[in-house]
């Protein structure tokens, strides 16, 4: 199977806005470029700053729980550390890399998602670690990537005849081509993007943050259920495993490669 790359998007800020990319440059065993290397954590999450491990999405303030999020336009540099937020007509900048900065920007979460004292959220960064939906599973899987087939999210929209915005799906790469669902197969083959080769160890699970509108910032269709109703799975999208690294962007070519005699997914975990 061949097909081309049409977005690339990396979250710097777990749970916050896309971020699209013109080009990605991945290293073998890393993630994506700038994905999810900082988050809202909430204070009764059971974070510690000291001795930052993988926890689970419910410890962040994430759109499974908090569908208001969606409705903060948000931007971050990592170089800077500025949190530039877009809401209600005006613009607003943190400084993040300050303790004023975080703490207005905690404010602002806690008074716009309504979040009780003991879940007032706290700017962490967790280096190595990554805060990635399954990085509780496995440090290969906290640095895969994830891919969306836009040809299933087309087909899932006409099963369900409504329009779905495949950004419900907050993945890093998107591409077309493929037949619908194709990809969900493919766990353990490898497949080229641009000049890197990754490795699917996993079909994504989908979650309520899915059901949350991105444009309108309400829970307007349950995807989970419809996923299970139509298909008998809740799997929208991969996860997979940089193996050889290279760049890609939009409009590289991704195709599956012939397996390997010996391959196992087992013997990634």
């Known amino acids: 199977m061949q097909g081309r790359i049409e977005k690339l998007f990396t ?3 777990k749970g916050l806005s896309p971020q699209s990319l013109e080009g990605a440059d991945l290293a073998a065993g890393q993630g994506f470029p700038g994905d999810r290397l900082f988050g809202f954590a909430k204070a009764n999450g059971g974070f510690d700053q000291n001795d ?45 890399g300050s303790e004023a900065g975080r703490k207005d ?21 967790g280096s ?30 006409d099963r369900v005849e409504t329009p779905v ?16 669902f194709s990809e969900l197969d493919l766990v353990g083959r490898d497949i080229q993007i641009g000049s890197s080769i990754l490795r699917v160890l996993k079909r994504t699970q989908r ?15 349950r995807v989970p259920f419809l996923l299970r109703k139509h298909y008998g799975h809740l799997d929208m999208g991969i996860y997979a495993e940089v193996v050889q690294g290279g ?19 087992a013997d990634l975990f």
């Open 11 to 13: 979250y710097p800020i």
């Open 52 to 96: 930052p491990k993988p926890l689970p999405k419910t410890s962040f303030v994430v759109l499974m729980q908090h569908a208001r999020l969606a409705g903060l336009a948000t931007g971050f540099d990592e170089t800077t550390r500025i949190l530039t937020v877009e809401m209600d007509g005006r613009t607003m900048r943190y400084d993040l």
């Open 105 to 125: 920007a905690a404010d602002l979460l806690s008074q716009e998602l309504d979040l009780p004292g003991d879940e007032r959220p706290q700017f962490v960064e």
């Open 128 to 157: 190595p670690h990554r805060f990635t939906d399954v990085s509780v599973v496995s440090e290969t899987l906290m640095n895969a990537v994830s891919l969306i087939n836009l040809d299933s999210v087309e087909e899932f929209a």
């Open 165 to 180: 915005d495949p950004l419900r799906f907050r993945a890093n790469i998107y591409f077309r081509g493929w037949p619908a």
């Open 207 to 221: 979650c309520a943050a899915t059901e949350v509108n991105p444009q309108s910032a309400e829970r307007d269709l």
């Open 247 to 265: 760049s890609m962007e939009p409009g590289s070519r991704i195709l599956t490669l012939k397996p390997r005699a010996g391959d196992s997914i």
